[in-house]
């Protein structure tokens, strides 16, 4: 049983360029999570999954970022003109519906904005 | 909303020795669970622990155990027999048992212990 993976995870952008991250859950699990970590900071919850159906978003989702889960398996997380402020360990979780309550971490991809 | 506060932002401790992180809530909801996750140097998230607030039994993991006060909205995690691999950053974390914003982890601020040799 492989744990969630996250491709890349480093990314170096220049501002203004678009970056797409990738999320591999673990393989049963049917909710996936999306959350950003910066410096100092416990991770903030982005979005989240339950198959394909993206079920909440928080505010701190901006226009500029999207999500994707097309097959209910991997996902996608896209920042559009990105800005110095995006610069956060981007982290995905996943968990089982109908199981325990607890989401399984992957190694996050680290975003650097110049 | 909810809120997770953890008031030491760093501690130390002895090898073998026990300490004991806190963590403080604020919420209205009734069901709700609570977490302790661990999060290694350049490594990823680990959960340690989870308790149930409609469970007044303290859980245990082996070396890791928590004191949940559910009036006091405190949620502390005891380390006994502290190890080198326990230096982390540790993070409380709460998540709502249904309805609207469930799911969500709401995490502190995190406390970074250093294991001493």
């Known amino acids: 049983d492989t744990g969630v993976s996250q491709d890349p995870r480093h990314k170096i952008t220049k501002r203004g360029q678009n970056v797409t991250f990738r999320c591999d859950p673990i393989s049963e699990h049917n909710r996936l999570y999306w959350y950003r970590q910066t410096l100092g900071q416990g991770p903030e919850f982005l979005t989240y999954?339950?198959?394909?159906?993206?079920?909440?978003k928080s505010r701190l989702l901006s226009d500029r970022f999207s999500a994707e889960r097309p097959k209910g398996s991997f996902s996608t997380l896209e920042i559009q003109r990105t800005e110095q402020g995006d610069s956060a360990m981007y982290l995905c979780?996943?968990?089982?519906?109908?199981?325990?309550?607890?989401?399984?971490f992957g190694p996050g991809t680290r975003l650097t904005v110049t | 909303a909810q809120t997770v506060t953890q008031s030491q932002p760093e501690m130390s401790v002895q090898e073998a020795e026990t300490v004991t992180l806190s963590c403080t809530y604020d919420t209205s909801e009734s069901n709700y669970y609570l977490f302790w996750y661990k999060q290694p140097p350049s490594r990823q998230m680990i959960l340690v622990i989870r308790q149930e607030a409609y469970k007044q039994q303290n859980a245990t993991e082996n070396r890791f155990s928590v004191n949940f006060q559910k009036a006091a909205k405190s949620f502390s995690l005891k380390i006994s027999d502290s190890q080198l691999g326990d230096t982390a950053m540790y993070f409380c974390?709460?998540?709502?048992?249904?309805?609207?914003?469930?799911?969500?982890?709401?995490f502190g601020k995190g406390t970074k212990l250093s294991v001493i040799p």
């Open positions: 999954f339950q198959n394909e159906a993206q079920l909440e």
């Open positions: 974390a709460f998540m709502k048992y249904s309805g609207a914003g469930s799911y969500q982890l709401t």
């Open positions: 979780a996943s968990s089982l519906a109908g199981g325990p309550p607890e989401q399984y």
